[in-house]
């Protein structure tokens, strides 16, 4: 099983999310950017890298938020989800086609990919929203 990272950022009670690439395996599914963690590499050091490969941004990270577990048809991922924030950097898109930002209320507007939707839920369900930009 693949364990694959995902950061929760919030900016003035919105949140960031990021739709695949067209050539992508989910493409054009919304998520929470992140990636797949390396030998020898920690949850937290590989969001902090994807972050900042894929969105040219600075982070710190915080708190675990949640998991979630999927069996794709290529193979079974673990989703770990961490509470990001935004140090430094303008974004700029180098793994996905577009971002937003999104209310809690219009989560449930985007196509998410399967692995995202417990976290999506788990965020809609009360969860502890904390401003992390």
């Known amino acids: 099983m693949k ?5 929760i950022l919030t900016k003035d009670g919105l949140f960031f999310i990021a739709k695949r690439k067209k050539a992508d395996k989910l493409a054009n599914k919304w998520e929470f950017p992140g990636g797949k ?8 050091q590989c ?3 994807e972050i900042e490969e894929e969105l040219r941004i600075n982070v ?8 979630s577990f999927y069996q794709y048809p290529q193979g079974a991922i673990q989703l770990l989800a961490y509470w990001v924030y ?3 950097g303008s ?13 809690l209320r219009e989560l449930d507007d985007y196509d998410f990919a399967p692995a995202d939707i417990p976290l999506v839920k788990k965020l809609k369900d ?4 904390v401003d992390t930009c």
């Open 3 to 7: 364990k694959v990272t995902a950061a």
């Open 37 to 44: 963690i390396e030998n020898g590499e920690t949850a937290e």
């Open 47 to 49: 969001l902090k890298r």
């Open 60 to 67: 710190r990270i915080g708190d675990f938020f949640g998991e």
């Open 86 to 88: 935004w140090e430094s």
């Open 91 to 103: 974004i700029e898109l180098m793994a996905h086609d577009e971002f937003k930002w999104v209310s």
């Open 126 to 129: 009360g969860e502890k929203v």
